[in-house]
């Protein structure tokens, strides 16, 4: 019965797209697939911008402080089976701005990445790739079995599964505070 | 006849999708792109169904399933029911149930969507309940099949209220430029915001059955000539899926002020008219 269901995954996977803090080259690269020229819709691709409803994470920038709080709760609002696509060289490792005080170096550090699509920006041929190679691994992944992201290693004493727990205490720990310094005079 | 309209009521969802499917199509190739497939709406259908469900609480799912049934419900009373006036009181119903769902949950773009979808109904109903008035005032019957069987072509005496009701089909439909209850991107979906899995599935199929709903209404408009009636729905359809294309989104104010200040007074007119003139 679910064997017949899984057949229809390809054929319509739903995309949720966030920026954490890229300076807007692989969005732009992510909308022109959408566009005309490329048209991903033909494959039954939408961008649906709504965590509950989506399939395809796809993720571009370093992860600023500010974003990985907000990150981790969209991954983690995203219903089973779900896949992750890391788009362009600063969701990968960081690209030109590794190392900097401001960023986490890529987004495999917070969420487990299925797909890691190179490019600074990312060509909207490899990005068609790249969501083609996601719908593959998406294909085989459990509907039962709850991914969680992979700093809630970090986090002591979670024995829960339920997620609105998993999202507060993950917010809490990596929300950014903001500390303003002040002149001394 | 019965036989036929009991038929085609049942089979209102999958009719529904594949006109769906079809508006995808068309809308792709208006903007001259290939498009998916016109039975894509059924594999999104299939693909929802594999998908866990994350339920927020129970009283919100059951809102998005009672969305989906009494939609269905007013297409029955629509198509053999003994008024066409009790359909849209309830698909009234319908509507006011997706919205309790939405006012249910705390996500603030819900709440919005769901107020959104308060002022849609308050902007397309009344102009609804005209047509019914009209359709009874030209062919003297509140019955579908009365309707059908007569021999006056309703569309031949009320031209100002056909046009009225033309431009409530995007309003009904949340296209744009009266897409303020969906408001891709801006407040995403809205009141279905969040539903997911079989509940989204719910809410996703309901919305095929407005199709259906804002179809036969328009249909009916062609009397007994059913070749005409064939013909204005897929004007209609032709018409909203270009004015979705070619126009962006209004706000909120101006669509009150168009359907209260613009469509219900010309449909107001041409019903008086009508009647007087008899």
């Known amino acids: ?185 | 006849m019965k036989g036929i309209l009991f038929t085609f009521a049942l089979l209102s969802p999958i009719i529904g999708g594949l006109i769906y499917g079809l508006e995808r199509k068309f809308k792709a190739r208006m903007q001259n792109r290939q498009g998916p497939p016109i039975l894509q709406p059924f594999y999104d259908f299939f693909k929802l169904t594999d998908k866990r469900a994350l339920q927020v609480h129970s009283f919100h799912s059951l809102m998005g399933i009672a969305f989906f049934v009494a939609a269905w419900f007013a297409v029955f009373a629509l198509l053999i029911g003994p008024n066409i006036l009790i359909a849209i009181f309830l698909h009234v119903l319908a509507l006011l149930f997706f919205t309790a769902g939405g006012f249910s949950v705390k996500s603030p773009y819900s709440v919005m969507g769901a107020l959104r979808e308060l002022a849609h109904i308050l902007a397309a109903e009344p102009i609804l309940v005209f047509a019914a008035i009209a359709l009874y005032l030209s062919t003297g019957s509140w019955n579908i099949e009365g309707i059908l069987t007569s021999n006056t072509v309703p569309i031949l005496q009320m031209p100002l209220l056909f046009c009225a009701l033309v431009l409530t089909v995007p309003i009904l439909l949340k296209r744009s430029p009266f897409d303020i209850s969906e408001a891709h991107q801006e407040i995403i979906g809205g009141a279905e915001i969040e539903y997911s899995g079989l509940f989204y599935e719910a809410v996703y199929t309901a919305k095929w059955l407005e199709y259906i709903f804002i179809g036969v209404i328009v249909f009916l408009f062609g009397g007994s000539n059913y070749l005409l009636g064939a013909l204005l729905v897929a004007a209609t359809f032709l018409f909203v899926w270009l004015l979705d294309n070619a126009t962006t989104r209004l706000t909120i104010h101006y669509m009150m002020k168009f359907a209260w200040g613009i469509l219900l007074p010309l449909a107001a007119f041409n019903i008086f008219w009508v009647a007087i003139w008899r």
Not at chain 1, 95 to 113: A, C, L, Q, S
């Open chain 1, 1 to 185: 019965m679910f064997g017949f269901f899984k057949k229809f995954r390809k054929k319509s996977p739903w995309i949720l797209h966030y920026n954490t803090g890229s300076c807007n080259g692989c969005d732009i690269e992510i909308m022109a697939c959408l566009g005309p020229k490329y048209d991903l819709e033909r494959f039954g691709i939408i961008n649906k911008g709504n965590p509950k409803q989506a399939d395809i994470l796809l993720v571009t920038g370093p992860v600023t402080k500010r974003a990985r709080a907000r990150l981790l709760r969209l991954y983690m609002q995203m219903p089973e089976p779900k896949v992750v696509v890391a788009v362009g060289a600063c969701a990968c490792t960081g690209g030109v701005f590794r190392h900097m005080y401001n960023v986490e170096n890529g987004i495999d550090r917070f969420i487990p990445v299925d797909v890691y699509i190179p490019g600074c920006a990312a060509r909207p041929e490899n990005i068609i790739e790249g969501i083609k190679k996601a719908i593959e691994i998406w294909e085989r992944k459990q509907k039962e079995k709850v991914e969680v992201p992979k700093v809630l290693k970090e986090i002591p004493d979670v024995e829960t599964l339920d997620r609105r727990e998993i999202i507060s205490k993950l917010e809490e720990k990596y929300s950014e505070r903001l500390v303003i310094e002040e002149d001394e005079k």
